[in-house]
């Protein structure tokens, strides 16, 4: 069974910074690319940066040169490290991930549950 667990959201002044981490768990799993979106209080989900099974990243123009988002070597930890925080990226944040859970079967896109950031001073 997959599951992708996010952490290291938090409460943080404007300009602060936080380090999100979304760990993927499941014995026989292959990561492809993986993402995180955001979602803020009555708006729409929307994407905010994502990685490559090559390690290609793309970052939303809201977030870019403040957000980067990487992973590890084996790929099954990746993270979004956030600076010069305002209080626009209030959100609760999710990850996902396009995996295949074992060798006999096909890709498909797993989401954790999410982590909340507020950022107000």
């Known amino acids: 069974q997959v599951r992708l667990v996010e952490s290291g959201g938090g409460y943080v002044q404007p300009g602060g910074s936080l380090r999100l981490s979304c760990e993927v768990s499941g014995s026989n799993v292959d990561i492809n690319s993986m993402a995180w979106d955001r979602q803020a209080p009555g708006k729409e989900r929307e994407f905010v940066a994502s990685i490559s099974s090559g390690g290609i990243t793309r970052h939303a123009d809201s977030v870019k040169g403040r957000f980067t988002i990487s992973r590890t070597g084996n790929r099954n930890l990746m993270y979004l490290q956030m600076n010069s925080l305002k209080p626009e990226d209030t959100a609760a944040y999710y990850c996902?991930?396009?995996?295949?859970?074992?060798?006999?079967?096909?890709?498909?896109?797993?989401w954790g549950q999410g982590t909340q950031v507020t950022v107000s001073s």
């Open positions: 996902n991930g396009y995996i295949r859970a074992d060798s006999l079967g096909g890709y498909s896109t797993y």
